[in-house]
């Protein structure tokens, strides 16, 4: 019988140290407000948090708390039926600032220019951080390699990228609707892509979504075009 139980003792120990490896020490102080769950009458399986409830007095693991009500003002409660109560009058959850000294989360400037341009280097727009002699050496570098520093772009012969789907099935999303404020600008940036040559009409059965993102700080309201698809 001894045995027994010491066994169960030591059973139990193991369980409580299983328990409490997330366990919490949780403290409240006499005057600091706090819920409290209690049952919901007719509905003995129902809860709810009541309150805000002042604390009278701290035990070890209960709490004498003021209810406030007249049939039974206090009442001694354990911890694991508090949780603190927080003033929003002491939270911020706000904080305004004058527009005018507004900063911008991007720090990095425009590096284009926001009309059509040309492909022509004179578009580029260079940092005001940097000193005359460095933006003529800048205009001068972009002008001397003018076939590669370009506004618009391209496409390269030098290297290609191959998805090998091996013997996978095709993944096909299903067509869906597009705002109606957005196709013109989903028509336009296909066309301009096939313009440039950068795509090329597929038959392929491979098929991902497309999704126009606003681009930050954008004035014109412009979008940036994105292919994707998700996987798991």
Same mark, same amino acid.
């Given at each position: 019988?001894?045995?027994?139980?010491?066994?169960?003792?030591?059973? #139990?120990?193991? &369980?409580?140290?299983? #328990?409490?490896?997330?366990?919490?020490?949780? &403290?409240?102080?006499?005057?600091?407000?706090?819920?409290?769950?209690?049952?919901?009458?007719?509905?003995?399986?129902?809860?709810?948090?009541?309150?805000? #409830?002042?604390?009278?007095?701290?035990?070890?693991?209960?709490?004498?708390?003021?209810?406030?009500?007249?049939?039974?003002?206090?009442?001694?409660?354990?911890?694991?039926?508090?949780?603190?109560?927080?003033?929003?009058?002491?939270?911020?959850?706000?904080?305004?600032?004058?527009?005018?000294?507004?900063?911008?989360?991007?720090?990095?400037?425009?590096?284009?220019?926001?009309?059509?341009?040309?492909?022509?280097?004179?578009?580029?727009?260079?940092?005001?951080?940097?000193?005359?002699?460095?933006?003529?050496?800048?205009?001068?570098?972009?002008?001397?390699?003018?076939?590669?520093?370009?506004?618009?772009?391209?496409?390269?012969?030098?290297?290609?990228?191959?998805?090998?789907?091996?013997?996978?099935?095709?993944?096909?999303?299903?067509?869906?609707?597009?705002?109606? #404020?957005?196709?013109?600008?989903?028509?336009?940036?296909?066309?301009?892509?096939?313009?440039?040559?950068?795509?090329?009409?597929?038959?392929?059965?491979?098929?991902?979504?497309?999704?126009?993102?606003?681009?930050?700080?954008?004035?014109?309201?412009?979008?940036?075009?994105?292919?994707?698809?998700?996987?798991?």
């Amino acid at each position: 019988m001894k045995k027994a139980t010491k066994n169960l003792q030591a059973s #139990h120990e193991l &369980q409580k140290q299983w #328990h409490d490896q997330k366990a919490v020490l949780t &403290q409240y102080h006499p005057g600091q407000k706090v819920w409290v769950l209690e049952t919901v009458a007719l509905r003995a399986l129902q809860d709810k948090w009541s309150g805000p #409830h002042l604390i009278v007095e701290k035990g070890e693991v209960t709490y004498l708390v003021d209810l406030g009500t007249a049939r039974s003002p206090y009442r001694v409660l354990h911890v694991n039926r508090l949780k603190p109560y927080y003033d929003t009058a002491d939270l911020t959850l706000l904080m305004a600032t004058d527009e005018g000294q507004e900063k911008e989360s991007d720090p990095l400037p425009d590096l284009f220019s926001t009309t059509e341009a040309d492909g022509l280097v004179e578009g580029v727009v260079l940092a005001d951080c940097i000193t005359a002699e460095q933006k003529d050496n800048c205009i001068n570098l972009l002008g001397q390699f003018s076939d590669l520093f370009s506004l618009i772009p391209g496409t390269t012969i030098w290297c290609e990228h191959t998805n090998n789907t091996g013997d996978s099935l095709p993944v096909k999303s299903k067509i869906y609707r597009q705002p109606d #404020h957005v196709r013109d600008c989903i028509k336009q940036e296909v066309q301009k892509m096939l313009d440039l040559g950068v795509i090329e009409p597929s038959e392929s059965p491979w098929a991902s979504p497309v999704v126009l993102v606003p681009k930050p700080h954008s004035k014109d309201g412009k979008r940036t075009f994105f292919g994707f698809v998700l996987t798991t």
